[in-house]
Protein backbone atom coordinates (compact mmCIF):
# COMPACT_ATOMS: atom_id res chain seq x y z
CA UNK A 1 0.00 0.00 0.00
CA UNK A 2 1.31 3.45 -0.39
CA UNK A 3 -0.37 6.20 1.25
CA UNK A 4 0.33 10.02 0.30
CA UNK A 5 -0.13 12.72 2.69
CA UNK A 6 -0.53 16.07 1.50
CA UNK A 7 -0.94 19.80 2.71
CA UNK A 8 -4.74 20.29 1.03
CA UNK A 9 -7.81 19.23 -1.10
CA UNK A 10 -6.05 21.00 -4.70
CA UNK A 11 -2.32 18.90 -3.95
CA UNK A 12 -4.77 15.47 -3.93
CA UNK A 13 -6.50 16.49 -6.53
CA UNK A 14 -3.33 17.85 -8.46
CA UNK A 15 -1.56 13.95 -7.72
CA UNK A 16 -4.90 12.07 -9.09
CA UNK A 17 -5.46 14.12 -12.41
CA UNK A 18 -1.58 13.67 -12.15
CA UNK A 19 -1.41 9.78 -11.89
CA UNK A 20 -4.34 9.60 -14.79
CA UNK A 21 -2.77 11.42 -16.78
CA UNK A 22 0.62 9.63 -16.87
CA UNK A 23 -1.51 6.43 -17.90
CA UNK A 24 -3.62 8.17 -20.23
CA UNK A 25 -0.11 8.87 -22.10
CA UNK A 26 1.59 5.24 -21.45
CA UNK A 27 -1.89 3.64 -22.63
CA UNK A 28 -4.17 6.30 -24.64
CA UNK A 29 -6.58 3.25 -24.54
CA UNK A 30 -6.64 2.26 -21.28
CA UNK A 31 -10.08 1.55 -19.15
CA UNK A 32 -10.72 3.60 -16.49
CA UNK A 33 -13.04 3.05 -13.38
CA UNK A 34 -14.22 6.39 -12.20
CA UNK A 35 -16.23 7.70 -8.91
CA UNK A 36 -18.73 10.04 -8.05
CA UNK A 37 -19.12 12.16 -4.90
CA UNK A 38 -17.61 15.57 -3.94
CA UNK A 39 -14.07 14.50 -3.19
CA UNK A 40 -12.95 13.65 -7.41
CA UNK A 41 -14.48 16.74 -8.84
CA UNK A 42 -11.75 18.70 -7.65
CA UNK A 43 -9.47 15.97 -9.94
CA UNK A 44 -11.66 16.50 -13.09
CA UNK A 45 -11.23 19.97 -13.19
CA UNK A 46 -7.31 19.37 -13.50
CA UNK A 47 -8.32 16.43 -15.63
CA UNK A 48 -10.17 18.97 -17.57
CA UNK A 49 -7.12 21.45 -17.90
CA UNK A 50 -4.97 18.98 -18.84
CA UNK A 51 -7.40 18.05 -21.65
CA UNK A 52 -7.36 21.97 -22.73
CA UNK A 53 -3.99 22.22 -23.00
CA UNK A 54 -3.91 19.52 -25.81
CA UNK A 55 -1.65 17.38 -23.47
CA UNK A 56 -3.79 14.20 -23.90
CA UNK A 57 -6.68 12.72 -25.60
CA UNK A 58 -9.40 10.61 -24.32
CA UNK A 59 -10.79 9.57 -27.43
CA UNK A 60 -9.64 6.12 -27.27
CA UNK A 61 -10.16 5.99 -23.13
CA UNK A 62 -13.03 3.32 -22.30
CA UNK A 63 -14.69 4.38 -18.45
CA UNK A 64 -16.65 2.47 -16.20
CA UNK A 65 -18.25 4.15 -13.02
CA UNK A 66 -18.87 3.02 -10.17
CA UNK A 67 -22.11 2.91 -9.31
CA UNK A 68 -25.62 4.49 -10.23
CA UNK A 69 -28.99 5.03 -8.51
CA UNK A 70 -31.82 3.45 -9.36
CA UNK A 71 -35.04 4.39 -9.50
CA UNK A 72 -33.96 7.80 -11.47
CA UNK A 73 -33.29 8.42 -15.43
CA UNK A 74 -30.07 10.11 -16.97
CA UNK A 75 -31.95 12.84 -17.49
CA UNK A 76 -32.37 13.44 -13.84
CA UNK A 77 -29.73 16.00 -12.49
CA UNK A 78 -29.33 13.17 -9.18
CA UNK A 79 -28.31 10.53 -11.47
CA UNK A 80 -24.79 9.68 -12.04
CA UNK A 81 -24.69 9.59 -15.35
CA UNK A 82 -25.82 13.39 -15.18
CA UNK A 83 -22.41 14.32 -12.86
CA UNK A 84 -20.25 12.97 -14.98
CA UNK A 85 -21.47 14.34 -18.39
CA UNK A 86 -21.53 17.58 -16.54
CA UNK A 87 -18.15 16.90 -14.15
CA UNK A 88 -15.88 15.33 -16.91
CA UNK A 89 -17.55 13.52 -20.01
CA UNK A 90 -18.90 17.07 -22.03
CA UNK A 91 -15.88 18.76 -21.04
CA UNK A 92 -13.37 16.48 -23.04
CA UNK A 93 -12.90 14.32 -26.06
CA UNK A 94 -14.04 11.31 -24.75
CA UNK A 95 -16.60 8.79 -26.79
CA UNK A 96 -20.22 8.63 -25.18
CA UNK A 97 -20.09 5.04 -25.95
CA UNK A 98 -17.34 4.27 -24.33
CA UNK A 99 -18.93 5.67 -21.04
CA UNK A 100 -20.19 3.06 -18.74
CA UNK A 101 -22.51 3.48 -15.86
CA UNK A 102 -24.08 0.28 -14.37
CA UNK A 103 -27.74 1.86 -14.96
CA UNK A 104 -30.41 -0.45 -14.49
CA UNK A 105 -34.07 1.14 -15.48
CA UNK A 106 -37.23 0.64 -14.72
CA UNK A 107 -38.16 -3.03 -15.24
CA UNK A 108 -34.91 -4.31 -15.59
CA UNK A 109 -33.75 -7.21 -13.83
CA UNK A 110 -30.32 -5.80 -11.67
CA UNK A 111 -29.36 -9.17 -11.38
CA UNK A 112 -29.04 -9.48 -15.10
CA UNK A 113 -27.61 -6.35 -15.55
CA UNK A 114 -24.99 -6.41 -12.87
CA UNK A 115 -23.71 -9.49 -14.47
CA UNK A 116 -23.10 -7.77 -18.49
CA UNK A 117 -21.84 -5.04 -16.15
CA UNK A 118 -18.74 -7.25 -14.94
CA UNK A 119 -18.82 -8.94 -18.62
CA UNK A 120 -18.32 -5.62 -20.46
CA UNK A 121 -15.47 -4.76 -17.94
CA UNK A 122 -14.11 -8.31 -18.95
CA UNK A 123 -14.83 -7.35 -22.78
CA UNK A 124 -12.98 -4.20 -21.99
CA UNK A 125 -9.72 -6.05 -21.01
CA UNK A 126 -9.82 -4.96 -17.50
CA UNK A 127 -10.12 -2.10 -15.39
CA UNK A 128 -5.95 0.09 -15.49
CA UNK A 129 -7.10 2.43 -12.96
CA UNK A 130 -10.06 2.44 -10.66
CA UNK A 131 -10.59 5.91 -8.77
CA UNK A 132 -12.30 5.56 -5.20
CA UNK A 133 -14.04 7.64 -3.17
CA UNK A 134 -14.99 6.48 0.50
CA UNK A 135 -17.93 7.01 2.51
CA UNK A 136 -17.80 8.24 5.84
CA UNK A 137 -18.88 4.56 7.31
CA UNK A 138 -16.05 3.58 5.03
CA UNK A 139 -17.92 2.54 2.04
CA UNK A 140 -16.65 2.32 -1.34
CA UNK A 141 -19.15 2.51 -4.33
CA UNK A 142 -21.96 1.90 -2.46
CA UNK A 143 -20.65 -1.18 -0.88
CA UNK A 144 -21.93 -0.26 2.58
CA UNK A 145 -20.65 -1.90 5.89
CA UNK A 146 -21.84 -5.78 5.72
CA UNK A 147 -21.51 -6.36 2.19
CA UNK A 148 -19.83 -9.45 0.90
CA UNK A 149 -15.80 -8.58 0.26
CA UNK A 150 -16.32 -11.32 -2.56
CA UNK A 151 -19.14 -9.15 -4.29
CA UNK A 152 -20.17 -8.00 -7.98
CA UNK A 153 -22.06 -5.59 -9.48
CA UNK A 154 -25.09 -5.69 -8.01
CA UNK A 155 -27.83 -4.10 -6.35
CA UNK A 156 -27.42 -2.45 -2.96
CA UNK A 157 -29.43 -1.01 -0.21
CA UNK A 158 -27.85 2.08 1.32
CA UNK A 159 -27.19 2.75 4.85
CA UNK A 160 -29.36 5.39 7.06
CA UNK A 161 -25.91 7.27 7.43
CA UNK A 162 -25.01 7.10 3.40
CA UNK A 163 -28.81 8.45 2.62
CA UNK A 164 -28.14 11.45 5.49
CA UNK A 165 -24.82 11.75 4.25
CA UNK A 166 -25.78 12.75 0.78
CA UNK A 167 -29.34 13.88 1.72
CA UNK A 168 -27.77 17.32 1.56
CA UNK A 169 -27.32 16.88 -2.98
CA UNK A 170 -30.81 16.53 -3.02
CA UNK A 171 -33.58 19.42 -2.79
CA UNK A 172 -36.76 19.63 -0.70
CA UNK A 173 -39.20 18.25 -3.57
CA UNK A 174 -36.16 15.83 -4.96
CA UNK A 175 -36.51 12.32 -4.58
CA UNK A 176 -33.61 10.68 -2.89
CA UNK A 177 -32.98 6.84 -4.08
CA UNK A 178 -32.36 4.43 -1.32
CA UNK A 179 -31.45 1.48 -3.56
CA UNK A 180 -28.19 1.74 -5.93
CA UNK A 181 -26.62 -0.39 -8.59
CA UNK A 182 -22.50 -0.84 -7.44
CA UNK A 183 -19.54 -2.42 -8.44
CA UNK A 184 -18.82 -5.17 -5.82
CA UNK A 185 -15.42 -5.76 -3.98
CA UNK A 186 -14.20 -8.40 -5.83
CA UNK A 187 -14.81 -5.68 -9.24
CA UNK A 188 -12.71 -3.36 -7.56
CA UNK A 189 -9.86 -5.50 -6.17
CA UNK A 190 -9.69 -6.78 -9.78
CA UNK A 191 -8.43 -3.41 -10.91
CA UNK A 192 -5.06 -3.43 -11.94
CA UNK A 193 -4.56 -0.36 -9.88
CA UNK A 194 -6.56 1.40 -7.41
CA UNK A 195 -6.53 5.24 -5.71
CA UNK A 196 -9.04 5.80 -3.02
CA UNK A 197 -8.77 10.28 -2.86
CA UNK A 198 -9.78 10.99 0.98
CA UNK A 199 -10.24 15.08 1.93
CA UNK A 200 -11.47 16.71 5.42
CA UNK A 201 -12.02 15.63 8.64
CA UNK A 202 -15.47 13.75 8.34
CA UNK A 203 -13.33 11.28 6.51
CA UNK A 204 -10.38 10.73 8.79
CA UNK A 205 -12.60 7.62 11.29
CA UNK A 206 -13.07 5.73 7.95
CA UNK A 207 -9.43 6.26 6.10
CA UNK A 208 -7.81 4.97 9.44
CA UNK A 209 -10.01 2.01 9.93
CA UNK A 210 -9.93 1.26 6.20
CA UNK A 211 -5.68 1.49 6.73
CA UNK A 212 -5.34 0.41 9.90
CA UNK A 213 -8.16 -1.20 10.80
CA UNK A 214 -8.53 -5.38 10.58
CA UNK A 215 -10.20 -6.48 7.12
CA UNK A 216 -13.97 -6.62 7.76
CA UNK A 217 -16.54 -6.23 6.18
CA UNK A 218 -17.92 -3.85 8.99
CA UNK A 219 -15.65 -1.52 7.15
CA UNK A 220 -15.94 -2.08 2.99
CA UNK A 221 -12.53 -0.05 2.37
CA UNK A 222 -10.35 -1.91 4.31
CA UNK A 223 -10.80 -5.11 1.85
CA UNK A 224 -8.14 -2.47 -0.18
CA UNK A 225 -5.59 -4.11 1.93
CA UNK A 226 -5.83 -7.13 -0.21
CA UNK A 227 -5.09 -5.09 -3.22
CA UNK A 228 -1.36 -5.36 -4.56
CA UNK A 229 -0.97 -1.76 -5.78
CA UNK A 230 -3.40 0.52 -3.93
CA UNK A 231 -2.69 4.20 -3.17
CA UNK A 232 -4.30 5.91 -0.89
CA UNK A 233 -4.52 10.06 -1.76
CA UNK A 234 -5.28 12.00 1.42
CA UNK A 235 -5.15 15.60 3.03
CA UNK A 236 -3.97 16.34 6.12
CA UNK A 237 -7.46 16.70 7.70
CA UNK A 238 -8.13 13.03 6.21
CA UNK A 239 -5.35 11.81 7.63
CA UNK A 240 -5.44 13.55 11.04
CA UNK A 241 -6.29 10.06 12.95
CA UNK A 242 -3.61 7.51 11.02
CA UNK A 243 -1.33 5.99 13.73
CA UNK A 244 1.10 4.90 11.62
CA UNK A 245 1.47 8.80 9.85
CA UNK A 246 5.23 9.34 10.32
CA UNK A 247 6.10 6.15 8.66
CA UNK A 248 3.63 6.67 5.39
CA UNK A 249 6.33 10.24 5.17
CA UNK A 250 9.09 8.77 5.82
CA UNK A 251 7.94 6.05 3.02
CA UNK A 252 6.93 8.63 0.56
CA UNK A 253 10.42 10.19 0.88
CA UNK A 254 12.15 7.10 0.17
CA UNK A 255 9.90 6.38 -3.12
CA UNK A 256 10.44 9.88 -4.14
CA UNK A 257 14.58 9.60 -3.71
CA UNK A 258 13.79 6.31 -5.93
CA UNK A 259 11.98 8.23 -8.31
CA UNK A 260 15.48 10.64 -8.13
CA UNK A 261 17.99 7.69 -8.82
CA UNK A 262 15.97 5.61 -11.36
CA UNK A 263 13.64 7.83 -13.16
CA UNK A 264 10.26 6.83 -13.43
CA UNK A 265 8.39 6.09 -9.81
CA UNK A 266 6.23 3.65 -11.36
CA UNK A 267 8.65 1.52 -13.17
CA UNK A 268 10.68 1.50 -10.20
CA UNK A 269 8.03 0.30 -7.40
CA UNK A 270 5.49 -1.49 -9.43
CA UNK A 271 7.22 -2.50 -12.57
CA UNK A 272 4.50 -3.84 -14.54
CA UNK A 273 2.01 -1.82 -13.05
CA UNK A 274 0.08 -0.87 -16.11
C1 LIG B 1 -21.18 8.23 -2.56
C2 LIG B 1 -20.54 7.39 -3.67
C3 LIG B 1 -19.14 6.96 -3.33
C4 LIG B 1 -18.37 8.14 -2.78
C5 LIG B 1 -19.01 8.57 -1.48
C6 LIG B 1 -18.29 9.73 -0.81
O1 LIG B 1 -21.94 7.52 -1.67
N1 LIG B 1 -21.30 6.24 -4.03
O2 LIG B 1 -18.51 6.42 -4.48
O3 LIG B 1 -17.03 7.77 -2.55
O4 LIG B 1 -20.33 8.95 -1.75
O5 LIG B 1 -18.75 10.94 -1.35
P1 LIG B 1 -18.06 12.32 -1.11
O6 LIG B 1 -16.85 12.35 -1.94
O7 LIG B 1 -19.09 13.31 -1.56
O8 LIG B 1 -17.78 12.42 0.34
Known sequence: MEVVILENEDAVAELGAQRIFELVKKKPNAVLGLATGS??????KKIISFYESKVVSFGDIVTFNLDEYIGITAD???SYRYFMNRELFDAIDIEQQNTHLPVCGAGENPREIGAAYEQ??????????????IGSNGHIGFNEPGCSLSSRTRVKTLTQSTVRDNNHLFGPNE???HLAM??????ILDSRRTILLATGSQKAAAVRHAIEGSISSG????????????????????????????YYRWAHHQNRSLVEQFGNFHEVVEPDSY
Open 39 to 44: TPIAMY
Open 219 to 246: CPATALQMHERVTFILDEAAASSLENKS
Open 76 to 78: NSQ
Open 120 to 133: SIVDAGGIDLQILG
Open 175 to 177: CQP
Open 182 to 187: TMGIAT
